[in-house]
C-alpha cells in the first residue's frame, strides 16, 4: 500500500480554499499512485476553529467539504479531519473526527478520544471524547485511524483515564495513521517524534502522522509530518515551514533502517526554527486577513530592527514601510542605526519627529502636570505620540502596524500600554531579549545586516535622558531565566529562589509579571514559538495581584 | 437542623481576606446557633482562580485556608468550596470540591461531578469530574452536597452523560445543599432559581443553595442565594449584589408555603438589574485592585453619561474625574451637556480642548496626507489624542481610565483603537445602546441627573462635521436586536433573514462583527451582564472573517 501524507496551510473558515488544495491533493496522489491519502486535523474548517463551531452553518459547510471531497475520492483512499455530530443525548454535541473516505462517500468516522483542554487547547469546550475506537479495513490492511492527542497517552500523561491506541491495539491493526494539529514551539518536535517512535516500538506497527502547517494567528504550526517503522525508528520527517505532499511504500517504511531523531535544538539550529515559524507567521497572518503591507516604527534599537528583518522575510521589501519618529531624548546613533537598517534592507523609510507634538500634549497638560515631578507619565506620552502617527499611516493606507515588543519586557511590563504596545500583530512578543540578541546573530551570520551597533549597545527606551533598561531593570541575561522558571517551567518563586536566584529579586520579578497582566490582556496576538506563551494559552486572573499573590 | 447560608464576597487569590471573612461568618452564625455553615464555590480561593490552579503554592495556600477554617468548625459544621488534588493517576490533578468540616477537620470531601467548559467557563481545563458521588451525614441528617453544575443538568442539557442528583438520590438525602458561582446575566436569575425548585420537586427534598457575589474583574455575581421546600417551592431569595448570611431551620422550610417564583425581568425592572450589577462591578474591580479613583472622558453624549453616573454611584463623587475633550467638530451642546451632568453629580471636571494636538497630528502627517481625501484615519486622531491625554491624567494620578464603549459599537468596531477604546475596565460594554437608553430613562426617574438633551439628541462620535452614527450604521432600534439574534442567541444570519429581517442589512451587520474581531482582542475587560458578552465567553478566530465566513 502506498501512503500520501498531504501537509497542508489550512485557513479557518475557508471552506473553497481548503478543499480546493485538498482535492488537488488527492489528484497528485492519484498521479503517484497513493492508495491513501491522509490530511490533518480539522482539515475541511482549518484548526482552531474556536466559536464557529457553534454555527449551524459552519458545521454545515464542514459536512459539505467532507462530501465534496468524498466524491474526489472514488479510486482513492482519504482520511480528512473534520467535526461531526454526536447524535447520542450526553455530552457535548460534538465529535473531532477523521472520516475515512473512499468509493466516493464516507465508510467509516473515528472519533478523536483525548481532547486537550489546557495551555493553547480548548477542545472540551467544544467536543465530546470518543467512547470507543475501531479500526479500519482498506485493501487488505487494518488501519488504526487516530486524531492527534489520542497517542500522546503513551506514557501516561496523567491527564486521561484512557489510552486509545491500547484498544486499537486490541484489533491487531497493520499501522497507526494519526491526524494531528499540534502547535510549534521552539523545543516540541523532538518530542512530537518520540512520541511518533514509542507507538510504532510499542504496537510494533508502522506509524504515518500528517500534521498542521501554516500559521493560524498567533498559533504556528510547523508541519514536519513524519512516518516510523514498526521497530519504532524515524524513517523520514517531511519538511517543516511548508506545504507538502510525499509517498511512502508501506513496504519501504517497514524494511527502512531509520534516521537518526531530532535532538532539542540550541544554539544557532534554535534561532533559524524561530526565524522560520515567525517569518512563516506574519506571512499568514498577512495573507490570511488579506493585507498585504506592514509597517512599523524603526527605533534603532534591536527589538524593531529584529521585527523589520523578519518581516521582510515574509512580505518582501516592497511590502515593509519603516517609520523613524525621533524623539527628545533619542540618540543620535538611534537614527544613523535605523537608518543604516533600513538602508540594508532597501525598505522605504520615512522620518516624522515627535518632538512638536509631545510639546503639544505638554502644553495642554501643563495647568495639571505643573507642579509634578517628570516621570511615567511624560515618558509615555512619547511613546503614545508614535503609536497615534503610526496608526494615522496604518489607517490611511491600509498598512497593518507591527508590534515589536519582546517577552522579557511584555512579561514585566516594561511597554507602554497604547504606546509600544500596539499594533495588529506582536512579532517577537514571545521571544526573550537575549533570544532576540541570538536571532540578531544568527541574522548577521554572513553579512551585517542589522547595525553591529544596534545589537552591542545598550538597551533603552530613550524616554528621559541617557536611560537604560538597566535603570528600571536587571540585566537580560538574569531577568530571562527568573522568567523562563516562572512562565515556561510555571515555577512558584519559592521554588526558584531554592535552586540558588536571588530571593529579593525572584519575588520582585514575580511581582512585576502578575502586577501587569491588566497590560498583556490587551496585547495584540504574539505569534507563539515557546512552550509558554504571554498570549494564547495564559489564562491569568487580573485581579489577583492585589491580593497575597502580590508577595509571591 | 438550623443551616447558615453565607454568601460572601471573595477575592481571588487574597486567602487571609477570604479566610478572615469566613471565620467571621462562623462566628456570626454560631452566635445565631446555627448547625451548619455553607459557603460558596470555590471560596477559599476566589472564583475563577484559572490559571493559578498550577501553582503548587496557591494550592498549599487553599489547603492552608481550608484547615485553619476547619479549626474554627468545631462545634459547627462548614461546607466550603475550594481545589483538592485527584491523587488517583489517570485524570486532571485536581477536583473542584466541596469539603465539609466539623470538629475542628476536614470530614468528607465531595467532587462536582460537571464541569462546564462552554461560554465564560473553562473548568475542565484544571479538574477531574467526580465518577462517585457520596452523601455526608451530620447530626442525623443525611446531605446531598453538590457543587454549582452539578444540579443543573436535571432536564437534561445535553452537556453531559450523568445527572449526579439522581445517584446521590440512591442514597435518599434529607436535603441538597448546593455550593456555586453562577455568573450573573440580567436573564439569569429566574432560571436559577428554577433549577433549585426543580430539583426540590424531583428529589422531594429541601434545597439549600449559597451563591457567590461580587465582581471579580469582568464576571460579576449576584448572589440571591436560595432555600426551597420539599415541594420544589421557593422559600426565601437573599438579597442581590451584596453580602449576606441568613439562617434557616429546616423544619420551617419544609412547612413553608413558599414564595412567588422570579420572572425575567423587562422595562425598568431589568435596567435596575444591570445598573446594581454594573456598579457592584466597578466597585469590585476598583477595590480589588486596590485603586481609589476613575478618570473618563466626557464627551456630552450618553455612553459617558452613563458611565460616569455608573462611576459615581461605585466610587463615590469625590473618586471621579470627569474630563472634557472638545475637537474641532464638537458642538456646543457637548460641552453644555457635559458640564451640565458633571455639576448635576458634583463631581470634579476640567477641560482640556484637542484643537492644538490634533492640529500637531496633522502637520506631522501632513507630507503623506497632503494628497489624499480625509477620512478614518484623520477622526481616529481626534480620539487617539483624547486616549494619549487621559492616559498621560491616569499615569501621572493612578486614575483608572473607565472605557465608555457600548455593546453595540464594539460588535460592529465603531470605534477607534487606542482611542475611544482605551481604558482599564469597560463599563458599559456589555450594554447595547437601546439598553443604555433604559438605563438613563431609569436613572433619570425621579429628577433630570443626565441632561434631556443627552438622551434625547442623535448619536454622534463628533469627529467630522455634522456626523451622526446613522451616517455608518442603521438605527439602533434595527441593528440592536439584529446583534441580539448574532450574539445572544447565536444564531446564523440566514436564521435571522428567514425571521424577517433585511437580508442585506444582517449579512452587513454579521460581517462586520466578524471583521471587527481584531479590534475587540484588544479591549479592556468587559463587565458581563448579558448572558453573552463580546469579552469574556467568545472565543472567536481572527482571521476567518477573509473566508467564506466574510460572505455570511
Known sequence: MRIALAQINFHVGNFSCNLNKMVQAVNDARKQYADLIVFSELSVCGYPPRDLLYSDRFLAQCMDSVHQLAKACTDIGAIVGGPSRNDKS?????????????????????????????????????????????????????????????????????MYPVNPPDILALQNPDMIINISASPFAWNHRPQRLQILMENAAKYKVPVFSTNLVGGQTDLLFDGASAVCNAKGKLVDVMPAFEESIRMYDIGEVLDHPGIEPHAVPSGPDKYRLMQQALVMGIRDYFGKTGIKKAILGLSGGLDSALTLVLAVDALGKENVWA???????????????????????????????????????????????????????????????????????????????????????????????????????????????????????????????????????????????????????????????????????QQDPSAIIADGFDEQLVRKIARMVFMNEYKRVQSPPILRVSPKCLGIGREMPIEAVNGERSKP
Open 90 to 158: 450526553g455530552g457535548k454535541r460534538l465529535y473531532n473526527s477523521a472520516f475515512f473516505l473512499h468509493d466516493g462517500a464516507i465508510q467509516q468516522v473515528c472519533h478523536k478520544g483525548l481532547l486537550p483542554t489546557y495551555d493553547v487547547f480548548n477542545e472540551y469546550r467544544y467536543f465530546e471524547p470518543a467512547k470507543e475506537f475501531n479500526t479500519v479495513v482498506f485493501k487488505g490492511k487494518r488501519i488504526a485511524i487516530t486524531v492527534c492527542e489520542d497517542i500522546w497517552n503513551i506514557n501516561g500523561l496523567g
Open 323 to 489: 517609520v523613524l519618529l525621533p524623539g527628545p531624548y533619542s540618540s543620535d546613533h538611534s537614527v544613523t542605526d535605523a537608518l543604516q537598517l533600513a538602508n540594508n534592507l532597501g525598505v522605504q523609510h520615512i522620518t516624522i519627529p515627535i518632538g512638536d507634538v509631545v510639546k503639544s500634549f505638554d502644553k495642554s497638560l501643563e495647568p495639571y502636570f505643573a507642579d509634578t515631578n517628570g516621570g511615567i507619565a511624560e515618558e509615555n506620552i512619547q511613546a503614545r505620540a508614535r503609536a497615534v502617527i503610526l496608526m494615522g499611516l496604518s489607517n490611511k493606507f491600509g498598512h497593518m502596524l507591527l508590534n515589536t515588543s519582546n517577552k522579557s519586557e511584555a512579561a514585566v511590563g516594561y511597554g507602554t500600554l497604547y504606546g509600544d504596545m500596539c499594533g495588529g500583530l506582536a512579532v517577537i512578543g514571545d521571544v526573550y531579549k537575549t533570544e532576540a540578541y541570538g536571532l540578531a546573530r544568527l541574522i548577521n551570520e554572513k553579512d551585517e545586516i542589522i547595525p553591529d551597533n544596534t545589537i552591542v549597545k545598550p538597551p533603552s527606551a530613550e524616554l528621559k535622558p541617557d536611560q537604560k533598561d538597566t535603570d528600571s531593570l536587571p540585566p537580560y541575561e538574569i531577568l530571562d531565566p527568573i522568567l523562563f522558571r516562572l512562565l515556561e517551567l
